[in-house]
């Protein structure tokens, strides 16, 4: 029997707030499931950890602690229950009725400030009342507890709308039972069948898949001999790999998981299992995939970690834990100290989630140079695959930029057919040569047939060949690597020291040099001033007749166009013309020139000179047309 009942007005502030968790807040309905579990799986970890330390409870039967669900079609009622620590009637008031206690206005205040629904959502779940989701889908609560090491029970009942009704109820088990009495279903307004099992079994494997609890639920079977029989089945599995030690999880198990949240049939390269305790506590299991995603550089692939909170989870894709540079990744985190209603907008200025970001981002990069110490051809494989989308780390992530330059891979002129690191090219350097060179194209072909590579393969200077589009991003932003500045060897002047045949080069031969070509090139700096800033004798050539190179801080023509393709607006960077001193077809013209400079066809010469070192370099003509017809006319004349 139970005694009398005491009804219980919610107050004014309190009512608001409940008609906004129950129409407004939660975009998603099924989440009162996700809830009501997790309410129920705290309870049992409380009775397991209580009977462990309170002789009072030493009798309380733990070998079989479980959640069970069960469902009365005719009565439209879902019951979630559970044998766990149960609550008090004081505890019942204190936990449940937390939306009743003081600050209700100041949080409802809050709530109408936010224009934000995910905000708003996170407030409710930082003032803890995730219990009132249930009011989405049930016209009423009822609620039975009792207290493990007591011998009465309280019921708790509301329809959420303007009071709630507690007694003392006698004969009931130790644990709380939850029963919804549910509202019909309704797909305008989110409300789906709670009573479908199906519908129970994905909300479940969803949200509450690894609960370390078992969730049962009575299933219906058909075709046996005695008829339809129902039979209890477990609806979790209850593999939360990453909350076991590693040396209790097999690579089959690691496997088989990578390929259900991954959904890639090949294995993983890398399997990261970390777990952090102290202040904020929490368990990560990542992975690096061996293949890259089709979608890896379009617009809308989003980061491929997961969070759960004590195994329950919460969102897909946080991009709050991992930084873009690093979207390949999979895997899981569970935080055992955030609210099961935490939104993107909160953990993106979370003090804690960005200390396990930096963490976690340290633990992936730091598994990416074991690989390259200890199987480089393994690392080779990964990187060919990922090591465009790393390269993007070294323009957004300026923290861990040493990091990633050492995982850098590039091909060089050292070795046709492998890549080289930045460590291993300082290596290499020749005595005295204090700076990285870089040369970027759109191909290896196009960079190793450059002209401003010849004096550097006659002299025996390697360069890095960077090919991918990001390249021309990071090198600009990246000032050294070890003390070595990074220069492009088609930017500022370069001046090896050395003749083509490795001899110096006095300063009285300079000096020379350059009166020879005194009058000579500023007369081509007037005349192409359309299209350059400046024409000047170069020291990169050995066999091209000129080059166009840039200042040292100038956009380099790619990244402009990139830019342009961004709708960025880009001023036109006129570069320079460098001529090759020792050429035929130069020194001819600065003979000519000599002998009479208002000859209109040394500015046809000068015009096709600038074409032809335009085209060299894989460059576009202003004028294709202009410059094929110039070129006819001169070829013909030589017939």
């Not at 803890?128 to 049930?138: D, K, L, Q, R």
Request: charged fraction near 30%; proline fraction near 3%; hydrophobic fraction near 40%.
């Amino acid at each position: 029997m139970g005694s009398s009942v005491e009804t219980l007005e919610f107050q004014a502030e309190t009512r608001q707030l409940l008609r906004l968790v129950i129409h407004s807040i939660y975009s998603n309905k099924d989440i009162f499931l996700r809830e009501l579990i997790s309410n129920a799986s705290d309870a049992l970890d409380k009775l397991r950890l209580e009977s462990l330390t309170d002789s009072g409870l030493a009798e309380i039967d733990t070998t079989d602690l479980h959640i069970s669900l069960e469902v009365d079609k005719t009565a439209r009622t879902l019951t979630v229950r559970d044998n766990g620590i149960g609550m008090t009637r004081d505890d019942l008031v204190e936990l449940i009725g937390t939306i009743a206690k003081s600050g209700t206005a100041s949080l409802l205040e809050k709530i109408k400030e936010s224009k934000d629904a995910a905000a708003a959502e996170s407030l409710i779940g930082q003032f803890g009342v995730g219990f009132y989701s249930a009011f989405m889908v049930a016209d009423k609560v009822t609620l039975r507890t009792r207290r493990a090491g007591t011998d009465s029970g309280t019921q708790w009942e509301s329809d959420g709308e303007g009071t709630y009704a507690i007694q003392a109820v006698d004969g009931l088990p130790v644990g709380t039972s939850v029963t919804l009495h549910l509202k019909p279903a309704d797909s305008e307004d989110g409300l789906a069948d709670y009573l479908s099992e199906s519908k129970i079994r994905q909300i479940v494997k969803q949200y509450s898949d690894f609960i370390r609890w078992p969730i049962r639920m009575a299933a219906e079977r058909t075709g046996t001999e005695d008829g339809t029989t129902r039979d209890s089945d477990t609806l979790n599995s209850m593999k939360a790999l990453w909350a076991r030690p590693r040396t209790e999880v097999t690579e089959d198990e690691y496997n088989e998981f990578y390929q259900q949240i991954s959904h890639d049939w090949l294995p993983p390269a890398e399997t990261i299992h970390m777990r952090a305790e102290g202040t904020f506590e929490y368990e990560a299991l990542l992975f690096i995939p061996s293949q890259a995603p089709f979608d890896l550089f379009s617009r809308e692939t989003k980061p491929g970690v997961q969070l759960y909170v004590k195994r329950v989870f919460i969102m897909d894709d946080c991009e709050a834990l991992m930084p873009n540079y690093l979207r390949f990744v999979k895997g899981v985190v569970d935080a055992h100290d955030l609210s099961l209603n935490v939104s993107r907008e909160i953990l993106q200025h979370d003090r804690q989630i960005r200390g396990v970001r930096r963490r976690l981002v340290k633990k992936v990069l730091g598994a990416f140079k074991d690989m390259q110490s200890k199987d480089a051809e393994r690392y080779a494989k990964v990187w060919a695959q990922f090591g465009r989308a790393l390269k993007e780390g070294l323009v957004e992530d300026t923290d861990n930029t040493e990091a990633l330059l050492q995982l850098v891979s590039a091909a060089s002129t050292h070795d046709p057919d492998k890549t080289t690191t930045l460590r291993e090219y300082v290596e290499r350097m020749k005595d005295g040569q204090d700076t990285i060179y870089y040369l970027t194209g759109e191909s290896r072909a196009t960079v190793e047939n450059s002209p401003h590579m010849e004096a550097f393969a006659a002299k025996g200077y390697e360069v890095l060949i960077l090919t991918d589009p990001i390249d021309e991003v990071w090198v600009d932003q990246v000032p050294a690597f070890d003390g070595h500045r990074l220069q492009s060897i088609a930017k500022g002047q370069v001046d090896l020291d050395e003749s083509a045949d490795g001899e110096k080069e006095t300063d009285a031969a300079k000096a020379q040099r350059e009166q020879d070509f005194a009058a000579l090139l500023p007369w081509l700096t007037s005349t192409l001033s359309e299209q350059v800033k400046q024409v000047r004798l170069s020291s990169r050539l050995t066999t091209s007749a000129a080059c166009i190179v840039g200042d040292a801080h100038d956009v380099t023509p790619t990244l402009e166009k990139m830019y342009r393709a961004m709708g960025q607006q880009m001023p036109t960077v006129k570069r320079i013309l460098e001529l090759n001193p020792a050429h035929p077809l130069i020194t001819a013209l600065r003979t000519a020139h000599e002998a009479g400079a208002d000859d209109p066809a040394l500015a046809e010469i000068a015009e096709l000179i600038y074409g032809s070192a335009l085209l060299a370099e894989g460059g576009d003509l202003p004028d294709p047309a202009r410059f094929t017809r110039l070129l006819t006319d001169r070829l013909s004349r030589t017939l």
